[in-house]
């Protein structure tokens, strides 16, 4: 993998950015919790200036461009991997543009300014990692559907404009997702606490009887662009590779491939933060008159870091380049490095909390919140013991999880 | 010109149940066999009817049970089509490249294929699969049938998983809405 000089001018920028505008805040923002809605948007429409987002303009080149995105989710997530995911998951308010006119008036203009802020719903509180079935009920009455059912850890769902949801179309007695936009519809919101990823907000849904209309659901969205003479790519902004990945290895499937190996950058992104910092304190830290660095146990540590944070970074990239070129292996390979990288950013992050020694276990050191995020990363997007049946079912291909 | 006989005995078979129409249905395809053309041409809502009637059958079953009368009924729908497409205007617009198709059933022996040329604006199809085409489509019979008859809306059917569809995907949205078309053709034919 060779960056274009575009793509390390566009690596540049962010990490200029990030440095001035996020580096200096983030430790305050997150101590205090979910960030709320004003303070998430104001990064996004300042990463939109970059070219971050999903509005029609932006879109096209970010999610196009496999490399951005990737470069994106582990650039921010050295800085804050919190804000990496309240941007990543509103990732649904690419919809908006060939939804119901009612929601398209509504909404539109905030897309188009990157300040409609999108939410992806398929965690049920009683399904948990058995996403295939849901519980979530769509009931067709007239032009419209009808939502009830709970979803839970929902990424910005307290303060989305839009929430993607999966649900059981009763209509058809398949799985479909519905886009519920929230000036049309109202539903509830319980904001939930966690170990880490402290700044981004997650929430219990519950929909009570959500009216949307048909126009919403997902397969209608495809349907009424397609009809109006829209590529597949154009609907959903991915690069054409993964379009065709959308039609060989069923849709959810391909945006999962996409979603996790952004989550394995973002593991990628954590480890280097960990690495740098523990390297720099083992160099100027002394005990026993020396640099903890000349003590042969602590470079063992720093080479057992290097060793996760180099192979995980390879791994990405292989995932990625699977991606670029919609090859079949996409999907194993990228629920191989999500599991990969989380677990591995689990252990790095504790060596390097090792080498900082109690200073490590203080707030106000960051490796005491790399040790939390790191420890996240192997939940959301499938737990790891998911991805290992996912690879162990394109491998053999045979299902050890329905 | 079919002859008003095939075209009461038709008729009459839309008054008997299921099962009766399953017995019926090997012998009457095999008449209308040859006269498919005139028969969508100046009979559109009977060809509407029986393929209706026939997509709320238990399609698999029936193919396996009959599979040259399997291959008759295609015949017949693939006529409907060839005949919708030949008469629609949106239709003919809408073809504006080559495609071609196989579909095959995962659970019974039906095939199909279906070829969309540009040149000639026409969408022709048959029993039977064509070496090397753009797409295949595989599935149950009674959504692959339903993609036809317009019971199962092709986008909307793909993105449930109703079906599969191997191929480039850029083709595939250019078929889309030709069937789609095509389909709500037929439902109002009825
Ligand atoms: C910070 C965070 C953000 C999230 N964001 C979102 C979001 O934006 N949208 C969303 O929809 N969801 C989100 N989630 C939910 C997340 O996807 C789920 O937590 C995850 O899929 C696991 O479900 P669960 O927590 O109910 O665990 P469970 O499914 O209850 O699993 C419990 C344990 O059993 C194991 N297990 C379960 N089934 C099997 C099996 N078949 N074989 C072997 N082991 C198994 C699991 O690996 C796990 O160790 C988020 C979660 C977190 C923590």
Redesign the pocket.
């Known amino acids: 993998m060779r960056l274009t000089d575009e793509q390390k001018a566009f690596r540049a920028d962010l990490r200029g950015y990030l440095q001035e505008n996020v580096e200096p805040v983030v430790d305050e923002l997150d101590r205090n919790g979910p960030m709320d809605r004003d303070t998430l948007m104001g990064f996004i429409t300042d990463l939109r200036e970059l070219g971050v987002g999903f509005d029609p303009d932006i879109a096209p080149d970010f999610f196009g461009d496999v490399w951005k995105f990737m470069l994106t989710a582990e650039e921010i997530s050295y800085v804050w991997p919190s804000l990496n995911?309240g941007l990543m998951?509103s990732f649904p308010s690419v919809f908006v543009r060939f939804a119901a006119e009612e929601t398209r008036e509504a909404m539109l203009p905030k897309l188009e300014t990157g300040e409609c802020l999108g939410?992806?719903?398929?965690?049920e509180?009683s399904?948990?990692?058995?996403?295939a079935r849901p519980r979530t009920t769509a009931r067709k009455d007239g032009d419209e559907f009808v939502i009830d059912g709970q979803?839970?850890?929902?990424?910005?769902?307290h303060y989305a404009d839009v929430c993607l949801v999966?649900a059981h179309d009763e209509s058809t007695g398949a799985q479909d997702m519905f886009l519920v936009d929230r000036e049309n519809a109202s539903f509830e919101t319980e904001e939930l606490d966690?170990l880490?990823?402290k700044g981004?907000s997650?929430a219990k849904i519950t929909f009570d009887s959500v009216r949307v209309p048909a126009d919403n659901r997902l397969s209608n969205i495809f349907s009424n662009a397609i009809m109006e003479g829209y590529d597949m790519n154009e609907i959903v902004p991915f690069p054409e590779s993964v379009t065709q990945l959308f039609f060989e290895q069923k849709p959810l499937n391909a945006t999962f491939s996409f979603m996790r190996t952004g989550m394995s950058f973002m593991a990628v992104g954590i480890m280097q933060a960990a690495m740098d910092e523990a390297l720099a304190y083992a160099t100027e830290r002394e005990t026993f008159e020396k640099p903890i660095a000349q003590h042969q146990l602590v470079q063992e540590k720093l080479y057992d870091m290097k060793s996760g944070l180099e192979t995980s970074r390879q791994l990405s990239r292989r995932a990625a380049e699977l991606l670029e070129s919609g090859d079949p292996d996409a999907r194993l390979m990228s629920s191989l490095a999500k599991g990969y990288t989380s677990e591995t950013s689990k252990q790095v992050a504790d060596d390097a909390l090792q080498v900082f020694g109690a200073e490590g276990l203080k707030p106000e050191n960051r490796l005491e919140r790399y040790y939390r995020d790191a420890r996240?990363m192997t939940?959301?997007?499938?737990?790891?013991?998911?991805q290992?049946?996912i690879v162990g079912s394109e491998l053999t291909d045979m299902s050890?999880?329905h | 010109m079919v002859d008003d006989e095939l075209v009461q005995r038709i008729e009459e078979s839309f008054e008997t149940d299921d099962e009766a129409l399953e017995e019926e249905l090997p012998g009457l395809l095999a008449d209308i066999e040859g006269q498919s053309d005139e028969l969508v041409r100046e009979q559109p809502e009977i060809v509407s009817k029986i393929l209706n009637r026939m997509s709320e059958m238990d399609i698999a079953s029936f193919v396996s049970e009959n599979p040259e009368t399997a291959d008759q009924f295609q015949d017949l729908l693939w006529s409907g089509v060839r005949v919708l497409a030949e008469g629609n205007e949106e239709v003919q617009q809408q073809i504006n490249e080559d495609i071609t198709v196989n579909f095959e059933a995962d659970n019974c022996p039906m095939t199909g294929h279906v070829e969309v040329d540009k040149s000639e604006s026409t969408v022709t199809g048959g029993a039977g699969v064509l070496d090397d085409p753009d797409i295949a489509i595989t599935g149950p019979a009674d959504v692959l049938v339903g993609l036809i008859t317009g019971t199962v809306d092709p986008i909307q059917g793909f993105m449930q998983q109703q079906y599969q569809m191997d191929g480039p995907v850029q083709k595939g949205t250019r078929l889309a809405p030709i069937m789609n078309t095509l389909s709500e053709q037929a439902q109002v034919d009825q």
């Open positions: 995911v998951m939410s992806l719903a398929v965690t509180p399904g948990g990692s058995d996403t979803k839970t850890w929902v990424g910005n769902a999966v966690k880490g990823w981004v997650n996240v939940i959301p997007d499938g737990t790891t013991e998911i290992k049946l050890a999880y």
